[in-house]
């Protein structure tokens, strides 16, 4: 198998780590956490109201991936029905609203990614867009709660911080997610 997609999802939480969807997730009857990669608010428990902010954008691992560029089965996510053998999970933890640290750091994770495994930008989704891959798989997902569009243009440096910021704060508001 071989890696072909990134998709960027939302813990849909105020809070968490990769512990803690783990145990979501095993709740839920996964084997384990369905992300690859966790970026983290800095907020770790329910009802935390002055988040470590050293943790804030903090990459944690989830779901092993191994450091070649092969695929092996054992490394298949489970983040986006029907297209979980070719594609890596990412989950921002939050609901509507991350911060800068996580953006910065999601750039950096998805860049690395991106040249490890020959992953094309135009190959970065939004769980919402998995109907963009495969037309059987689309969702009414607005997950990650963010225009992937916007982001994928910071990625390739076409807007800056503070331009996606504003517009996801818009898009969020209306709830206008399509690209």
């Not at 992300?35 to 954008?57: A, E």
């Not at 489970?78 to 990412?90: D, E, F, K, P, R």
């Not at 950096?108 to 020959?118: N, W, Y």
């Amino acid at each position: 198998m071989e890696f072909k997609e990134i998709f960027i999802h939302c813990s849909d939480s105020d809070y968490g780590s990769a512990l803690l969807i783990d145990q979501w997730h095993r709740t839920r009857g996964f084997s384990s956490i369905g992300y690859h990669f966790v970026v983290s608010n800095g907020r770790t428990t329910d009802g935390m109201k002055n988040p470590w902010n050293i943790m804030n954008g903090s990459i944690e691992a989830g779901r092993r991936l191994d450091d070649d560029d092969k695929f092996e089965a054992d490394e298949v996510g489970a983040q986006v029905y029907g297209l979980n053998s070719t594609s890596i999970g990412i989950c921002m933890i939050g609901k509507k609203s991350f911060s800068e640290s996580q953006f910065l750091k999601l750039r950096f994770l998805v860049g690395e990614l991106q040249s490890k495994l020959k992953i094309p930008a135009a190959s970065v989704y939004g769980h919402y867009e998995a109907g963009i891959v495969d037309p059987k798989y689309a969702t009414t997902k607005t997950c990650p709660n963010f225009n992937v569009s916007d982001f994928r243009l910071f990625v390739a440096d076409k807007i800056t911080m503070s331009d996606m910021m504003s517009r996801t704060k818009i898009h969020i508001a209306g709830l206008n997610l399509a690209p």
